[in-house]
């Protein structure tokens, strides 16, 4: 998982998950799909950050930063929807 974290954020990335969670949702308009890899990605270039910080050492599940970072996207985007204006 380092691998393809590191990968998007020197390649940018394409993951057909994404694209089949948002073409599934497209037919309900109260759903929504948030990709929260720009988050991480923004985060870990704006502060030197890799993987490893976001994740338990055990596994790979968020750690404690991991999740407060997915939690601010969630919020954000909720916002933006409920809103319609940019956070």
Do not use: I
């Amino acid at each position: 998982r380092d691998r393809d974290f590191e990968a998007a954020q020197v390649n940018g990335y394409d993951f057909a998950l994404l694209d089949e969670m948002q073409s599934l949702v497209s037919d309900h308009p109260n759903l929504r799909v948030v990709d929260l890899l720009p988050a991480f990605l923004e985060n870990a270039l704006e502060n030197d950050y890799s993987y490893d910080d976001y994740v338990l050492g055990c596994d790979s599940h968020w750690n404690e930063m991991g999740h407060e970072l997915a939690a601010d996207a969630v919020y954000k985007a909720l916002f933006e929807d409920l809103y319609q204006t940019e956070y």
